[in-house]
């Protein structure tokens, strides 16, 4: 049987803590579980604390005035969600909800932050993961603002790789919709562009599975040295 300690030395963030930081941590947080669809924390609302995601999949996103939906990232297992303004006071500034029924560790940002006092081991820890948000968000909003949608797209088949470790070989573990809102565009034209890059055989699709076939290729388009024709 799985044990909140245990569960929370899995997270890299907190791998290499020692076992009384780790039950420190487990001693505070809290088990939240979420059907599909339902809203985990809102724009604007007061942060009360983040999330460790250890099942499910939830979408971090922000609307336009007219309703535009525009993903800035989605969660899975083994990551956190709603840290930043835990530590910088405030709002969230962007709204999360599941995307396929989820459970979460909620951390209360009073209790974390009364630990972090007495542990701050803890927030060194979390350093590395900030930094990365950073670098990640940094490079998304190059993404959205130089490149166009096949650039954009082939930097994402690119990071999935990297990221999963599964070689030439990748499976979508969102929707074509949501990845569709994920790099700023519309479903209509994500497969527009999906059908062009396979009828140049840079990939192949076979309903959520994509496969690379010419990787200079992908990565010339990522990096928008090369247009598809």
């Known amino acids: 049987m799985k ?11 907190f791998n290499g803590l020692p076992a009384q930081q780790i039950d420190e941590l487990a001693k505070i947080c809290l088990e939240q579980s979420y059907e599909r669809g339902r809203e985990i924390f809102s724009e604007g609302e007061a942060a009360e604390g983040f999330h460790l995601v250890t099942a499910g999949k939830i979408k971090v996103y922000k609307l336009s ?3 535009k939906e525009q993903i ?8 956190m969600a709603g840290e930043v303004p ?10 999360a909800q ?16 009364a630990l972090v006092h007495r542990e701050p081991a803890i927030a060194v820890s979390l350093l590395a993961v900030l930094s990365q948000r950073l670098r ?8 959205l603002s130089l490149k166009e949608v096949p650039g954009r797209l082939a930097a994402h088949l690119i990071y999935l790789g990297a990221r999963s470790r599964t070689g030439e070989t990748l499976e979508l573990d969102i929707t074509k919709t949501q990845l569709a809102s994920l790099l700023g565009t519309i479903p209509e034209t994500l497969s527009r562009i999906l059908a062009r890059m396979a009828q140049q ?16 290729a992908l990565e010339a388009l990522a990096a928008g040295g090369k247009g598809l024709v």
């Open 86 to 95: 835990v530590f910088a006071g405030g709002n969230y500034p962007a709204n």
């Open 72 to 79: 800035l990232h989605i969660f899975g297992p083994g990551e």
């Open 98 to 113: 599941a995307i396929e029924a989820a459970r979460t560790l909620f951390f209360p940002r009073t209790s974390f932050m």
């Open 136 to 143: 990640f968000f940094t490079h998304m909003i190059e993404d």
């Open 3 to 13: 044990t909140r300690a245990g569960e929370i030395s899995k997270f890299p963030f």
């Open 65 to 67: 005035l007219d309703g």
């Open 201 to 216: 055989e840079i990939i192949s699709v076979e309903g959520r599975k994509i496969r690379v076939l010419d990787r200079e």
